[in-house]
């Protein structure tokens, strides 16, 4: 059981790696382009994000589980794995934020003015909540903030991607394997 969870760590960690670079990959492009503000890249950002989980969940399965896997074993699985790419994603946040492109956060403390605005509220009321959202820049908070959105992004997408990788098996079949592999140690003890 040990090794079996052992094994799980690092596949999970190699899983989240390359859905961290993705994810990288994918925001660079989008950076490059210019078209941060198109509301069809949230879509395949959550393609991505659902591919990859499924892709990751499907592999655990089916390369390591025998194809039998349940429901909270592929929706840790699915978590483990994003919790890796939201270190991944994190590091390449905050050097985006901060080396790559540090006007990004006036241009969305600017987007977030407007916004309190088109609500209606008044000077005071924007000044402290941009006061407050201008404190939550340091890269520290981007770095945490980054790593509990992308992981709790992982735990909806796991959630629901789990029901469709989910594969108990035949209950006889487990059952006589358990019998089997008790009568194997027991020849395998007589014969030592």
Known sequence: ?????????KTASTHGLIVGLILIGFALLVWISGIQQSVWLRYINWALVIGS???????????????VIKYNQALGYGVTVMLFAS?????????YMNILDPDSIQR??????????????DEDR???????????????FQAVSTIFGTTFLGLLV??????????????????MKGVQDNINDEQDAKTE
């Open 158 to 175: 796991s959630l629901i991607v789990a029901t469709f990788i989910r594969r108990e098996g035949d209950p006889f079949d487990h059952a």
């Open 87 to 95: 270190f991944v994603f994190a590091l390449y946040n905050v050097i």
């Open 126 to 140: 924007i000044e402290l909540a941009l006061e407050l959202a201008g404190g939550m820049q340091t890269p520290m």
């Open 53 to 67: 989980v499924y892709y990751s969940m499907k592999t655990w399965r089916d390369q390591y589980k025998n194809g």
């Open 108 to 121: 969305s403390m600017d987007i977030l003015e407007e916004s309190y605005y088109e609500l209606g509220w």
């Open 1 to 9: 059981m040990n090794n079996e969870k052992s094994l799980m760590w």
